[in-house]
């Protein structure tokens, strides 16, 4: 598609016409300096080779770069990407267009915050837009490009959209994917939907370059052994009969991490100490297969690459989260999929031509896509130069070479040319360079401009003193005589990556406004830490006074933290009821909020403690009494929870007691981590919070019937034995795991499943499941949770007090130090319903 051509102005954009017009450009030692583009390109009206484009047959304001003759007579002005204007004299202001049709290697390159990030967001919004019969994709390493659904909201790029004669828009298809396991830490209004991949999809390369393993050393041999037992099958412990993988997992190819894991830790050449594997090693490799559940990337299938790579979507992976070398596993592993489904379906469709062949559900989901794009910002870590590896180099390069017959094109930017991959680089087609600071960099660049270079452009100064999202071109195709300047086009969607600007707008606040920050932050960190010195609450207060430009009296604050159960004890602050949870609800509380006044006196202090007895830490009431009235009745009629013969009989609010725990857990060298764990005092299970919901541990009480020789048996169940493994790893008798066993079978908290005549255990996680691992990542997830004084009036009857939840602890994770016990309630809704024979019952409702 080809836009209109406006009207050129004398402001070029991006450019800060308060600050840059100070700056002059150094274009060489005999030419005169300017502060802009405009300027720049009339230094040189006479450039040799003369420029020349392959031209619109409809517009001859519109220039093309990228693109065909053949292409260009076959297909005309569709599928391209308007990337900006020529910024010279000769062809001036000429519209030029990327083009999409075929596949390209793209190579941006620039010092930070000259705009390479920038240009990388207009081509593929451009391609949204114009091309709905490519799939692109985005991997974001920063998490900037979630914004691209929002309309451009910068003034000033608002009114250059104008004169370009574009608007500010969203980019309407795109679809924003994160890690399947770390949503809960992206906001929800950035991101869409999650992505995956199953472990089967990696080689022993991958996982050797990922976990930074020598690929030929001891544990790379025994992880690439493992790798091969998983496929083909592998003989268990102490038996001799071979167990088949499909016939263990009823998966084939498509294995977990926990298969991998149950091989290291069952296979018997693994076990028999005389084949060569050190126990040591065993441990090291199957600890770092555990460490990768916690990445966040794996799942038993993984998303199908047709979800990823779809027509007339803009895919953005934002790996933001992720370690740069995690970032490199999903990037490579994307690459080899996306070529070997392009290439595939390729000849699928040669085969479904001669014979009819259909593809089946698992084909079509995997290897159905269309040609793709894919753009890597920060690429010199992806694939850097020389004898370095990642985890995405060998990918890449193969994506390169490979993939332009089946339709697949790159766009990579970075900050470095110089760190690049060669093979890579020897094959870019089109190469945008911004503004180069170091000449090692300017050097790579010159050396593979895909195109001529006027001597004018040659000087190592001209590209470091290029203004901001300016660059100099350069196109492989014939039709583009010579490298030129190209001066970047607006973006109609909003961009997240630019500088923090150190200038901002001071907001205006009152001394009391202020009072009242200053003395908010002080009373958190000191929640946070039950102490804080008085030096540090100083320093807290100079601060904020900075920041806002005002002069409150640290006596004020001071003031008003001992008016609220705080006390000062030799220059240290601290609360006078320790035991008792304080904090506040930042979501509630802003400067704005007016906090009782100071009392004057201890004993007023005193008096007023008294009055607030009642008055206790709780989850905040998000559901109040009409609400509830309203669930209940509806649900009623809609018979969800309640029979349509019940009746309301009353509604009650009553608050549980749920016990924050905090405890040290000794680590190695006598160091300890602090941790927190949540129990419900009337269950006495664990609880914690999923982002939208509590949920509970099962089984916790029960521990205190079993021995801890039963406890050694249930941690090794969490995955499905058979006894003679429980004999091996726990050194103990068939009769003594077989007692074991019929315990839990009385407690109904065993599955028993038979493969190949021998029985596998395992514990039934739908009655007992309970966190054997002391730092577990789920007990501390109410810790993020806001807590709101209220007056509990109505508290249920405790079932477990506190020193039976210690000893059920000391039970089930032994040496752990506690620090401190706080008390926290749960409002719960009591719904008392009856029905015609007066029987009645009771349904409770979080109310949070």
Same mark, same amino acid.
């Given at each position: 598609?080809?836009?209109?051509?406006?009207?050129?102005?004398?402001?070029?954009?991006?450019?800060?016409?308060?600050?840059?017009?100070?700056?002059?450009?150094?274009?060489?030692?005999?030419?005169?300096?300017?502060?802009?583009?405009?300027?720049?390109?009339?230094?040189?009206?006479?450039?040799?080779?003369?420029?020349?484009?392959?031209?619109? &047959?409809?517009?001859?304001?519109?220039?093309?770069?990228?693109?065909?003759?053949?292409?260009?007579?076959?297909?005309?002005?569709?599928?391209?990407?308007?990337?900006?204007?020529?910024?010279?004299?000769?062809?001036?202001?000429?519209?030029?267009?990327?083009?999409?049709?075929?596949?390209?290697?793209?190579?941006?390159?620039?010092?930070?915050?000259?705009?390479?990030?920038?240009?990388?967001?207009?081509?593929?919004?451009?391609?949204?837009?114009?091309?709905?019969?490519?799939?692109?994709?985005?991997?974001?390493?920063?998490?900037?490009?979630?914004?691209?659904?929002?309309?451009?909201?910068?003034?000033?790029?608002?009114?250059?959209?104008? &004169?370009?004669?574009?608007?500010?828009?969203?980019?309407?298809?795109?679809?924003?994917?994160?890690?399947?396991?770390?949503?809960?830490?992206?906001?929800?209004?950035?991101?869409?939907?999650?992505?995956?991949?199953?472990?089967?999809?990696?080689?022993?390369?991958?996982?050797?370059?990922?976990?930074?393993?020598?690929?030929?050393?001891?544990?790379?041999?025994?992880?690439?052994?493992?790798?091969?037992?998983?496929?083909?099958?592998?003989?268990?412990?102490?038996?001799?009969?071979?167990?088949?993988?499909?016939?263990?997992?009823?998966?084939? !190819?498509?294995?977990?991490?926990?298969?991998?894991?149950?091989?290291?830790?069952?296979?018997?050449? /693994?076990?028999?100490?005389?084949?060569?594997?050190?126990?040591?090693?065993?441990?090291?490799?199957?600890?770092?297969?555990?460490?990768?559940?916690?990445?966040?990337?794996?799942?038993?299938?993984?998303?199908?690459?047709?979800?990823?790579?779809?027509?007339?979507?803009?895919?953005?992976?934002?790996?933001?989260?992720?370690?740069? !070398?995690?970032?490199?596993?999903?990037?490579?592993?994307?690459?080899?999929?996306?070529?070997?489904?392009?290439?595939?379906?390729?000849?699928?469709?040669?085969?479904?031509?001669?014979?009819?062949?259909?593809?089946?559900?698992?084909?079509?989901?995997?290897?159905?896509?269309?040609?793709?794009?894919?753009?890597?910002?920060?690429?010199?870590?992806?694939?850097?130069?020389?004898?370095?590896?990642?985890?995405?180099?060998?990918?890449?390069?193969?994506?390169?070479?490979?993939?332009?017959?089946?339709?697949?094109?790159?766009?990579?930017?970075?900050?470095?040319?110089?760190?690049?991959?060669?093979?890579?680089?020897?094959?870019?087609?089109?190469?945008?360079?911004?503004?180069?600071?170091?000449?090692?960099?300017?050097?790579?660049?010159?050396?593979?401009?895909?195109?001529?270079?006027?001597?004018?452009?040659?000087?190592?100064?001209?590209?470091?003193?290029?203004?901001?999202?300016?660059?100099?071109?350069?196109?492989?195709?014939?039709?583009?005589?010579?490298?030129?300047?190209?001066?970047?086009?607006?973006?109609?969607?909003?961009?997240?990556?630019?500088?923090? &600007?150190?200038?901002?707008?001071?907001?205006?606040?009152?001394? @009391?406004?202020?009072?009242?920050?200053?003395?908010?932050?002080?009373?958190?960190?000191?929640?946070?830490?039950?102490?804080?010195?008085?030096?540090?609450?100083?320093?807290?207060?100079?601060?904020?006074?900075?920041?806002?430009?005002?002069?409150?009296?640290?006596?004020?604050?001071?003031?008003?933290?001992?008016?609220?159960?705080?006390?000062?004890?030799?220059?240290?602050?601290?609360?006078?009821?320790?035991?008792?949870?304080?904090?506040?609800?930042?979501?509630?509380?802003?400067?704005?909020?007016?906090?009782?006044?100071?009392?004057?006196?201890?004993?007023?202090?005193?008096?007023?403690?008294?009055?607030?007895?009642?008055?206790?830490?709780?989850?905040?009431?998000?559901?109040?009494?009409?609400?509830?009235?309203?669930?209940?009745?509806?649900?009623?009629?809609?018979?969800?929870?309640?029979?349509?013969?019940?009746?309301?009989?009353?509604?009650?609010?009553?608050?549980?007691?749920?016990?924050?725990?905090?405890?040290?857990?000794?680590?190695?060298?006598?160091?300890?981590?602090?941790?927190?764990?949540?129990?419900?005092?009337?269950?006495?299970?664990?609880?914690?919070?999923?982002?939208?919901?509590?949920?509970?541990?099962?089984?916790?009480?029960?521990?205190?019937?079993?021995?801890?020789?039963?406890?050694?048996?249930?941690?090794?169940?969490?995955?499905?034995?058979?006894? @003679?493994?429980?004999?091996?790893?726990?050194?103990?008798?068939?009769?003594?795991?077989?007692?074991?066993?019929?315990?839990?079978?009385?407690?109904?908290?065993?599955?028993?499943?038979?493969?190949?005549?021998?029985?596998?255990?395992?514990?039934?996680?739908?009655?007992?499941?309970?966190?054997?691992?002391?730092?577990?990542?789920?007990?501390?997830?109410?810790?993020?949770?806001?807590?709101?004084?209220?007056?509990?009036?109505?508290?249920?009857?405790?079932?477990?007090?506190?020193?039976?939840?210690? &000893?059920?602890?000391?039970?089930?994770?032994?040496?752990?130090?506690?620090?401190?016990?706080?008390?926290?309630?749960?409002?719960?809704?009591?719904? /008392?319903?009856? !029905?015609? @024979?007066? !029987?009645?019952?009771?349904?409770?409702?979080?109310?949070?």
């Amino acid at each position: 598609m080809v836009i209109k051509h406006s009207k050129s102005t004398e402001n070029d954009f991006f450019e800060d016409t308060e600050n840059s017009s100070s700056k002059d450009v150094q274009l060489s030692s005999s030419i005169a300096s300017s502060s802009s583009t405009e300027n720049l390109s009339k230094q040189f009206q006479k450039i040799k080779p003369e420029l020349k484009f392959l031209e619109s &047959e409809t517009d001859p304001n519109c220039v093309y770069i990228g693109k065909k003759k053949s292409v260009l007579k076959q297909y005309g002005d569709i599928g391209n990407a308007l990337i900006g204007k020529v910024a010279e004299e000769d062809q001036k202001n000429k519209l030029v267009y990327l083009d999409g049709l075929n596949p390209h290697v793209i190579f941006l390159d620039g010092a930070r915050g000259t705009g390479k990030s920038y240009v990388l967001g207009v081509i593929a919004e451009q391609l949204s837009k114009n091309n709905l019969y490519i799939g692109q994709i985005v991997v974001d390493p920063v998490g900037v490009f979630w914004s691209m659904k929002f309309p451009n909201k910068e003034k000033k790029e608002i009114s250059i959209l104008q &004169e370009w004669g574009l608007k500010p828009e969203g980019v309407k298809n795109l679809k924003v994917f994160v890690p399947f396991g770390l949503s809960q830490n992206v906001s929800k209004e950035t991101f869409d939907d999650y992505f995956s991949m199953s472990p089967s999809m990696l080689t022993v390369d991958d996982w050797c370059l990922t976990f930074g393993i020598d690929r030929f050393s001891p544990s790379g041999l025994l992880l690439e052994k493992t790798i091969d037992y998983v496929k083909k099958g592998y003989t268990v412990g102490g038996t001799q009969e071979k167990k088949d993988v499909k016939s263990i997992t009823g998966k084939g !190819n498509n294995y977990t991490l926990e298969d991998i894991i149950f091989c290291l830790q069952n296979a018997s050449d /693994f076990l028999d100490q005389k084949k060569g594997y050190k126990p040591d090693s065993i441990r090291a490799l199957s600890s770092r297969f555990d460490a990768a559940k916690s990445w966040g990337i794996f799942s038993d299938s993984g998303t199908p690459l047709s979800k990823l790579s779809r027509e007339g979507q803009l895919t953005v992976l934002d790996t933001s989260l992720l370690e740069e !070398n995690i970032t490199a596993l999903v990037i490579g592993i994307l690459a080899r999929r996306i070529l070997s489904a392009r290439k595939m379906l390729a000849r699928e469709e040669a085969i479904k031509k001669l014979s009819k062949k259909e593809m089946d559900a698992e084909e079509l989901l995997e290897i159905e896509i269309p040609p793709t794009w894919l753009y890597i910002d920060e690429a010199h870590t992806l694939i850097p130069a020389g004898n370095l590896q990642t985890p995405a180099s060998s990918a890449l390069i193969e994506y390169v070479k490979q993939g332009r017959r089946p339709g697949c094109s790159l766009v990579f930017a970075t900050q470095q040319p110089s760190a690049i991959n060669t093979k890579v680089l020897s094959q870019v087609d089109i190469l945008i360079s911004h503004k180069l600071i170091f000449n090692d960099d300017i050097h790579a660049i010159q050396k593979r401009m895909p195109a001529i270079i006027p001597n004018e452009y040659k000087d190592p100064n001209f590209i470091k003193t290029l203004p901001f999202a300016t660059a100099l071109v350069g196109d492989r195709s014939e039709e583009t005589s010579r490298a030129f300047i190209l001066r970047v086009a607006p973006r109609a969607s909003q961009h997240e990556g630019r500088d923090m &600007e150190t200038i901002r707008d001071i907001k205006k606040l009152s001394n @009391s406004q202020v009072l009242n920050i200053a003395y908010k932050l002080i009373y958190e960190k000191l929640e946070k830490n039950g102490s804080l010195k008085l030096s540090v609450a100083q320093d807290i207060l100079d601060v904020v006074n900075s920041k806002y430009k005002t002069n409150v009296l640290f006596e004020d604050v001071l003031e008003k933290l001992l008016a609220n159960d705080v006390v000062l004890i030799k220059n240290v602050l601290s609360f006078k009821t320790q035991n008792s949870v304080k904090n506040i609800d930042s979501q509630n509380v802003d400067a704005e909020e007016t906090f009782e006044e100071p009392l004057d006196n201890k004993e007023e202090i005193v008096q007023h403690v008294l009055l607030k007895e009642n008055i206790k830490y709780c989850l905040p009431l998000r559901i109040n009494n009409y609400e509830i009235q309203n669930i209940a009745k509806a649900s009623i009629s809609k018979g969800l929870f309640f029979q349509s013969k019940e009746k309301i009989k009353d509604i009650v609010l009553k608050y549980r007691l749920i016990y924050k725990i905090s405890y040290n857990l000794y680590l190695d060298n006598d160091q300890f981590k602090r941790m927190t764990c949540y129990i419900d005092s009337v269950t006495g299970e664990f609880i914690h919070f999923l982002g939208i919901h509590f949920k509970e541990s099962k089984g916790f009480p029960l521990i205190s019937e079993f021995s801890d020789k039963d406890l050694d048996i249930l941690y090794l169940l969490k995955s499905p034995q058979p006894i @003679s493994v429980l004999e091996k790893k726990l050194n103990l008798s068939e009769s003594d795991i077989i007692a074991s066993i019929d315990l839990f079978k009385s407690k109904n908290i065993l599955v028993v499943s038979q493969k190949n005549k021998v029985n596998y255990f395992k514990v039934n996680e739908d009655v007992f499941d309970i966190p054997f691992d002391a730092q577990h990542k789920l007990l501390m997830t109410l810790d993020g949770l806001p807590l709101k004084k209220e007056n509990v009036a109505d508290v249920e009857q405790i079932v477990f007090d506190i020193n039976k939840i210690k &000893e059920l602890l000391i039970k089930l994770w032994g040496d752990i130090e506690f620090v401190s016990f706080e008390e926290i309630y749960w409002p719960l809704w009591n719904i /008392f319903l009856i !029905n015609k @024979s007066n !029987n009645e019952k009771v349904i409770v409702i979080d109310g949070v």
